[in-house]
């Protein structure tokens, strides 16, 4: 067995003794090492859905995961046994006209961690894909490693702008994934990362972790800015 928190109705999280996740063939169990807090989980916890996806039933949230691979299926090489991933939290159904052609993030049929009815990662153990387990270096944390998932959100953002050496950036809003995306454009090359927010206290920080201007948009205009993207 294994230990999980479960969101049992909006507002109600309970420490629940599970089942481990059976494994299928072409997956890994994961031992859970960190776990992020996304604003889905926050918003399900809070609301009790987003959108159309309803939390109906008992769901285990958490979907941005770091761990260690306890167990492998019958078609997985045993030499993973032990190896520190990153999981890429979703399982498409690999047949569907998206999924060959290679935009599984658009699979009708995708289950993803956490969002009603797939658990997510608030427990001890889950399961995924052995391919969506990646190896990650010694010298990166666990806790590192679970933020690789918002992490990919920000490099994407910036691979679809086209963000190369020397452009300007302006980024809407100085949440987590609005710095990280300002973090991933310094990477790229950005040389002027403006980020707007309405918290004062965001925008602070937005100015140590990677943008170079902040701009309040309650009192700040962005007309005129000129940026690239
Ligand atoms: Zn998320
Ligand atoms: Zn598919």
Same mark, same amino acid.
């Given at each position: 067995?294994?230990?999980?928190?479960?969101?049992?109705?909006?507002?109600?999280?309970?420490?629940?003794?599970?089942?481990?996740?059976?494994?299928?063939?072409?997956?890994?169990?994961?031992?859970?090492?960190?776990?992020?807090?996304?604003?889905?989980?926050?918003?399900?916890?809070?609301?009790?859905?987003?959108?159309?996806?309803?939390?109906?039933?008992?769901?285990?949230?958490?979907?941005?995961?770091?761990?260690?691979?306890?167990?492998?299926?019958?078609?997985?090489?045993?030499?993973?046994?032990?190896?520190?991933?990153?999981?890429?939290?979703? /399982? &498409?159904? =690999?047949?569907?006209?998206?999924?060959? @052609? +290679?935009?599984?993030?658009?699979?009708?049929?995708?289950?993803?961690? #956490?969002?009603?009815?797939?658990?997510?990662?608030?427990?001890?153990?889950?399961?995924?894909?052995?391919?969506?387990?990646?190896?990650?270096?010694?010298?990166?944390?666990?806790?590192?490693?679970?933020?690789?998932?918002?992490?990919?959100?920000?490099?994407?953002?910036?691979?679809?702008?086209?963000? /190369? &050496?020397? =452009?300007?950036?302006?980024?809407?809003? @100085? +949440?987590?994934?609005?710095?990280?995306?300002?973090?991933?454009?310094? #990477?790229?090359?950005?040389?002027?990362?403006?980020?707007?927010?309405?918290?004062?206290?965001?925008?602070?920080?937005?100015?140590?972790?990677?943008?170079?201007?902040?701009?309040?948009?309650?009192?700040?205009?962005?007309?005129?800015?000129?940026?690239?993207?």
């Amino acid at each position: 067995t294994m230990r999980a928190a479960v969101l049992k109705r909006q507002g109600v999280i309970a420490l629940e003794t599970l089942a481990v996740p059976q494994l299928e063939a072409d997956q890994v169990l994961v031992q859970v090492a960190a776990v992020g807090v996304c604003g889905s989980d926050v918003h399900y916890y809070e609301h009790g859905r987003i959108g159309d996806y309803v939390v109906d039933h008992p769901l285990i949230l958490g979907h941005e995961l770091s761990g260690r691979i306890a167990a492998v299926g019958d078609a997985v090489d045993p030499a993973r046994i032990g190896k520190r991933v990153a999981v890429e939290p979703q /399982r &498409p159904c =690999r047949t569907c006209t998206q999924c060959r @052609a +290679g935009r599984y993030n658009l699979c009708p049929d995708i289950e993803f961690y #956490a969002t009603p009815p797939i658990d997510g990662a608030f427990a001890e153990y889950v399961t995924i894909q052995s391919d969506f387990a990646y190896d990650i270096p010694d010298n990166v944390s666990d806790e590192a490693a679970a933020l690789i998932e918002p992490l990919s959100v920000g490099l994407w953002a910036c691979e679809r702008a086209g963000i /190369r &050496p020397g =452009r300007r950036v302006l980024i809407a809003g @100085a +949440g987590p994934i609005g710095i990280i995306t300002a973090q991933a454009a310094r #990477a790229f090359g950005a040389t002027e990362i403006y980020i707007t927010d309405i918290a004062e206290d965001r925008l602070a920080f937005a100015l140590e972790h990677g943008a170079t201007h902040v701009m309040n948009a309650r009192t700040d205009g962005v007309e005129g800015l000129d940026v690239d993207a």
